[in-house]
């Protein structure tokens, strides 16, 4: 139990067109969602906390105009990476907390992004 | 300021051996510190959970302690095997956040035949 999915696994873009990507929860409900991104050989760094039905709460230093995240219902939250640059080239990892449950984060596989 | 330092970047251990992993902090008041495993390319894999109030907990060969007056947990892998080989990383969930996790920036486990 407890498996999130991410779609897309990989994508590859020319700079200045919008990316988004999916987190869904597969099996549960999750009434909150994280989305992170890693540098390679670095940490997750977290960017945003997703609630269902709410407005997105950004970590500083992210620009939430350029990250626009939508959790429409309690197994989807979508983040859209607008006017990609190459410096934007990361992997983005979600991760869902299921509802009512403890503190653990349920990890989806990630989606390597590529801005070309 | 706030620090999560997982002070081995890479371990080598020979296979059978325990692995023993480091993560110190300074500054933080956790209410849980927990323990993932990331293979190349993929997501964390969540595997242990302590909280403040615990010492030690125990999963089949993985093994965590946590000592709030040290600002320290250490994680065991017992009879470690070429299949354990990862990056581990620890995470802290303050008492203050949201189910928010900082993340220490992992150790990179390598268990050799």
């Known amino acids: 139990g407890a498996v999130v999915s991410q779609h897309p696994s990989r994508v590859i873009c020319k700079s200045g067109t919008s990316v988004k990507i999916e987190c869904r929860s597969l099996d549960f409900q999750a009434t909150t969602m994280f989305w992170y991104r890693q540098f390679p050989k670095k940490s997750l760094m977290l960017m945003a906390t997703?609630?269902?039905?709410?407005?997105?709460?950004?970590e500083q230093g992210v620009e939430k105009d350029k990250f626009l995240i939508n959790h429409a219902s309690l197994t989807l939250s979508t983040l859209t990476v607008t006017s990609a640059h190459p410096e934007d080239s990361s992997f983005y990892i979600c991760?869902?907390?299921?509802?009512?449950?403890?503190?653990?984060?349920?990890f989806g596989p990630g989606t390597r992004l590529t801005v070309l | 300021s706030q620090k999560i330092e997982q002070n081995s970047e890479a371990l080598n251990i020979q296979e059978g051996k325990t692995a023993t992993l480091t993560c110190n902090y300074t500054n933080y008041s956790p209410a849980y510190l927990q323990w993932y495993r990331q293979d190349p390319g993929r997501g964390p894999v969540f595997l242990l959970l302590?909280?403040?109030?615990?010492k030690e907990k125990r999963k089949e060969r993985l093994k965590v302690t946590f000592d709030t007056t040290l600002k320290q947990s250490l994680f065991h892998i017992t009879a470690s095997q070429p299949a354990d080989s990862a990056t581990y990383l620890c995470a802290l969930e303050e008492k203050r956040s949201a189910r928010q996790l900082t993340f220490g920036s992992g150790t990179q486990l390598t268990v050799l035949p």
């Open positions: 991760s869902a907390v299921l509802a009512g449950g403890t503190d653990t984060q349920y």
């Open positions: 302590i909280r403040e109030n615990e």
């Open positions: 997703s609630n269902e039905g709410s407005k997105a709460t950004y």
